[in-house]
Protein backbone atom coordinates (compact mmCIF):
# COMPACT_ATOMS: atom_id res chain seq x y z
CA UNK A 1 0.00 0.00 0.00
CA UNK A 2 0.65 3.54 -0.13
CA UNK A 3 2.85 4.91 2.47
CA UNK A 4 2.36 8.58 4.39
CA UNK A 5 5.44 9.76 6.62
CA UNK A 6 5.16 12.13 9.64
CA UNK A 7 8.06 13.94 11.24
CA UNK A 8 9.03 15.00 14.22
CA UNK A 9 6.76 11.14 15.56
CA UNK A 10 7.13 13.19 19.14
CA UNK A 11 7.74 16.54 19.98
CA UNK A 12 7.99 18.91 23.21
CA UNK A 13 7.98 22.08 23.15
CA UNK A 14 7.28 25.14 25.94
CA UNK A 15 4.41 26.96 26.02
CA UNK A 16 4.10 29.90 23.52
CA UNK A 17 6.32 28.47 20.78
CA UNK A 18 5.43 26.95 17.11
CA UNK A 19 5.70 23.82 16.25
CA UNK A 20 5.71 22.54 13.00
CA UNK A 21 4.52 18.79 11.93
CA UNK A 22 5.09 17.62 8.06
CA UNK A 23 3.66 14.82 6.44
CA UNK A 24 4.96 13.85 3.52
CA UNK A 25 3.72 10.84 0.39
CA UNK A 26 6.61 8.83 -0.17
CA UNK A 27 5.33 6.57 -3.23
CA UNK A 28 2.32 8.96 -4.76
CA UNK A 29 0.90 12.26 -4.93
CA UNK A 30 -1.72 13.37 -2.68
CA UNK A 31 -3.55 16.21 -4.21
CA UNK A 32 -5.79 16.21 -0.79
CA UNK A 33 -4.84 15.40 2.50
CA UNK A 34 -6.24 15.57 6.00
CA UNK A 35 -5.17 16.83 9.44
CA UNK A 36 -6.82 14.85 12.79
CA UNK A 37 -6.29 15.42 15.61
CA UNK A 38 -6.37 12.56 18.59
CA UNK A 39 -7.02 13.20 22.86
CA UNK A 40 -6.40 10.40 24.54
CA UNK A 41 -9.38 7.90 24.30
CA UNK A 42 -10.92 9.58 21.87
CA UNK A 43 -11.59 8.97 18.21
CA UNK A 44 -9.42 11.26 15.13
CA UNK A 45 -11.53 14.55 14.80
CA UNK A 46 -10.86 16.09 11.22
CA UNK A 47 -9.28 19.36 11.68
CA UNK A 48 -8.87 20.69 8.07
CA UNK A 49 -8.60 19.48 4.71
CA UNK A 50 -5.77 20.59 2.61
CA UNK A 51 -5.92 20.41 -0.71
CA UNK A 52 -2.17 21.08 -3.04
CA UNK A 53 -1.99 24.69 -4.01
CA UNK A 54 -4.93 26.39 -2.46
CA UNK A 55 -6.02 27.44 1.26
CA UNK A 56 -7.17 24.56 3.61
CA UNK A 57 -10.31 23.94 4.97
CA UNK A 58 -11.15 24.59 8.37
CA UNK A 59 -13.48 21.92 10.29
CA UNK A 60 -15.84 24.08 12.46
CA UNK A 61 -14.58 25.33 15.61
CA UNK A 62 -10.79 24.68 14.36
CA UNK A 63 -8.73 28.05 14.27
CA UNK A 64 -6.80 28.67 11.28
CA UNK A 65 -4.88 31.23 12.43
CA UNK A 66 -3.43 29.18 14.96
CA UNK A 67 -3.23 26.27 13.19
CA UNK A 68 -1.86 26.96 9.97
CA UNK A 69 -1.89 24.24 7.45
CA UNK A 70 0.36 24.91 3.91
CA UNK A 71 0.10 22.36 0.81
CA UNK A 72 3.17 23.49 -1.36
CA UNK A 73 3.28 20.39 -3.18
CA UNK A 74 2.03 16.60 -4.43
CA UNK A 75 3.88 14.99 -2.09
CA UNK A 76 4.12 17.46 1.44
CA UNK A 77 1.95 19.71 3.63
CA UNK A 78 2.91 21.18 7.09
CA UNK A 79 0.83 21.75 10.09
CA UNK A 80 2.17 24.51 12.28
CA UNK A 81 1.00 24.75 15.84
CA UNK A 82 1.60 28.47 16.76
CA UNK A 83 1.99 29.71 20.09
CA UNK A 84 1.07 26.44 21.53
CA UNK A 85 -0.17 25.89 25.03
CA UNK A 86 -0.50 23.08 27.13
CA UNK A 87 -4.09 22.16 25.84
CA UNK A 88 -2.72 22.29 22.41
CA UNK A 89 -1.00 18.60 23.70
CA UNK A 90 -2.52 15.67 21.79
CA UNK A 91 -1.75 13.23 18.75
CA UNK A 92 -1.74 14.94 15.60
CA UNK A 93 -2.22 12.67 12.33
CA UNK A 94 -2.07 12.88 8.77
CA UNK A 95 -3.73 11.43 5.92
CA UNK A 96 -3.43 11.20 2.19
CA UNK A 97 -5.39 10.33 -0.76
CA UNK A 98 -3.74 8.66 -3.40
CA UNK A 99 -4.61 10.97 -6.67
CA UNK A 100 -4.39 7.52 -8.73
CA UNK A 101 -6.87 6.06 -6.42
CA UNK A 102 -8.83 8.96 -5.72
CA UNK A 103 -12.39 7.42 -7.02
CA UNK A 104 -11.93 4.95 -4.41
CA UNK A 105 -11.81 6.90 -1.12
CA UNK A 106 -8.94 5.14 0.19
CA UNK A 107 -6.67 7.45 2.51
CA UNK A 108 -3.30 6.34 4.46
CA UNK A 109 -2.10 7.78 7.36
CA UNK A 110 0.50 8.63 8.70
CA UNK A 111 1.89 7.41 12.36
CA UNK A 112 1.44 10.31 13.93
CA UNK A 113 3.38 13.13 15.93
CA UNK A 114 2.95 13.52 19.56
CA UNK A 115 2.81 17.10 20.17
CA UNK A 116 3.41 17.27 24.50
CA UNK A 117 3.62 21.24 25.76
CA UNK A 118 5.00 22.30 28.87
CA UNK B 1 -21.12 15.62 8.79
CA UNK B 2 -22.06 12.49 8.63
CA UNK B 3 -23.22 10.28 11.98
CA UNK B 4 -21.43 7.39 12.88
CA UNK B 5 -22.27 5.16 15.60
CA UNK B 6 -20.07 2.64 17.42
CA UNK B 7 -20.58 -0.31 19.80
CA UNK B 8 -19.82 -1.79 21.45
CA UNK B 9 -16.45 0.65 23.35
CA UNK B 10 -14.70 -1.80 25.03
CA UNK B 11 -14.95 -5.90 23.31
CA UNK B 12 -12.84 -8.13 25.80
CA UNK B 13 -12.57 -11.94 24.44
CA UNK B 14 -11.30 -15.02 25.12
CA UNK B 15 -8.10 -16.05 22.85
CA UNK B 16 -9.73 -18.23 20.12
CA UNK B 17 -13.37 -16.72 20.81
CA UNK B 18 -14.76 -14.09 17.62
CA UNK B 19 -14.96 -10.77 18.34
CA UNK B 20 -18.02 -8.42 16.41
CA UNK B 21 -18.05 -4.72 15.83
CA UNK B 22 -20.85 -3.10 14.90
CA UNK B 23 -21.47 0.55 13.72
CA UNK B 24 -24.39 2.64 12.11
CA UNK B 25 -24.20 5.73 9.88
CA UNK B 26 -26.84 8.40 9.23
CA UNK B 27 -25.72 9.60 5.43
CA UNK B 28 -27.35 6.88 2.71
CA UNK B 29 -25.14 8.10 0.06
CA UNK B 30 -22.26 6.80 1.77
CA UNK B 31 -21.01 4.30 -0.30
CA UNK B 32 -17.48 3.57 1.29
CA UNK B 33 -16.87 1.67 4.42
CA UNK B 34 -13.56 1.03 6.00
CA UNK B 35 -12.28 -0.37 9.19
CA UNK B 36 -9.13 0.78 10.87
CA UNK B 37 -7.01 -0.86 13.24
CA UNK B 38 -4.77 1.80 15.78
CA UNK B 39 -2.09 0.81 18.14
CA UNK B 40 -1.16 2.65 21.24
CA UNK B 41 1.22 5.24 19.68
CA UNK B 42 0.55 4.74 15.71
CA UNK B 43 -1.71 6.38 13.19
CA UNK B 44 -4.43 3.89 12.02
CA UNK B 45 -4.28 1.32 9.94
CA UNK B 46 -6.48 0.10 7.55
CA UNK B 47 -7.15 -3.77 7.81
CA UNK B 48 -10.58 -4.10 5.46
CA UNK B 49 -13.02 -1.85 3.80
CA UNK B 50 -16.61 -2.59 2.15
CA UNK B 51 -18.17 -0.33 -1.15
CA UNK B 52 -22.16 -0.23 -1.13
CA UNK B 53 -22.25 -2.48 -4.20
CA UNK B 54 -21.56 -5.85 -2.32
CA UNK B 55 -22.58 -6.56 1.27
CA UNK B 56 -19.59 -9.01 2.76
CA UNK B 57 -16.29 -9.22 2.35
CA UNK B 58 -13.51 -11.59 3.66
CA UNK B 59 -9.65 -11.58 4.38
CA UNK B 60 -8.83 -14.92 6.22
CA UNK B 61 -9.84 -14.24 9.85
CA UNK B 62 -11.88 -10.55 8.98
CA UNK B 63 -14.72 -10.07 7.85
CA UNK B 64 -17.22 -7.31 6.63
CA UNK B 65 -20.65 -7.34 6.19
CA UNK B 66 -22.65 -4.43 5.00
CA UNK B 67 -26.28 -3.72 5.12
CA UNK B 68 -27.58 -0.46 3.60
CA UNK B 69 -31.34 -0.72 3.89
CA UNK B 70 -30.43 -0.55 7.70
CA UNK B 71 -27.24 1.50 7.61
CA UNK B 72 -24.98 -0.48 9.21
CA UNK B 73 -22.08 -2.73 9.10
CA UNK B 74 -19.85 -4.53 11.25
CA UNK B 75 -16.59 -5.95 11.36
CA UNK B 76 -16.33 -9.83 12.52
CA UNK B 77 -12.61 -11.24 13.47
CA UNK B 78 -12.58 -14.95 14.11
CA UNK B 79 -9.90 -16.98 16.00
CA UNK B 80 -8.99 -14.11 17.71
CA UNK B 81 -5.02 -13.74 18.92
CA UNK B 82 -3.39 -11.18 21.23
CA UNK B 83 -1.91 -9.67 18.91
CA UNK B 84 -5.32 -8.42 17.58
CA UNK B 85 -5.93 -6.38 20.86
CA UNK B 86 -6.09 -2.63 19.51
CA UNK B 87 -8.67 0.32 19.09
CA UNK B 88 -10.77 -0.31 15.71
CA UNK B 89 -12.66 2.38 14.37
CA UNK B 90 -14.93 2.17 11.91
CA UNK B 91 -15.63 5.28 9.68
CA UNK B 92 -17.44 5.82 6.66
CA UNK B 93 -16.48 8.10 2.97
CA UNK B 94 -18.45 11.11 2.44
CA UNK B 95 -15.16 12.49 0.93
CA UNK B 96 -13.85 13.38 4.45
CA UNK B 97 -13.49 10.12 6.76
CA UNK B 98 -16.14 10.27 9.52
CA UNK B 99 -15.09 7.83 12.16
CA UNK B 100 -17.07 5.78 14.67
CA UNK B 101 -16.12 6.29 18.35
CA UNK B 102 -13.88 3.36 18.51
CA UNK B 103 -13.81 0.10 20.15
CA UNK B 104 -11.09 -0.91 22.46
CA UNK B 105 -10.45 -4.62 21.71
CA UNK B 106 -8.57 -6.71 24.60
CA UNK B 107 -7.89 -10.39 23.64
CA UNK B 108 -7.31 -12.73 27.06
CA UNK B 109 -4.44 -15.20 26.34
Not at chain 1, 15 to 21: D, E, H, L, P, R
Not at chain 1, 39 to 47: A, D, G, I, N, V
Not at chain 2, 16 to 40: H, M, R
Request: hydrophobic share 35%; aromatic share 10%; proline share 3%.
Amino acid sequence: GAVVSQHPSWVICKSGTSVKIECRSLDFQATTMFWYRQFPKQSLMLMATSNEGSKATYEQGVEKDKFLINHASLTLSTLTVTSAHPEDSSFYICSARDWDRANTGELFFGEGSRLTVL
Amino acid sequence: GENVEQHPSTLSVQEGDSAVIKCTYSDSASNYFPWYKQELGKGPQLIIDIRSNVGEKKDQRIAVTLNKTAKHFSLHITETQPEDSAVYFCATNDYKLSFGAGTTVTVRA
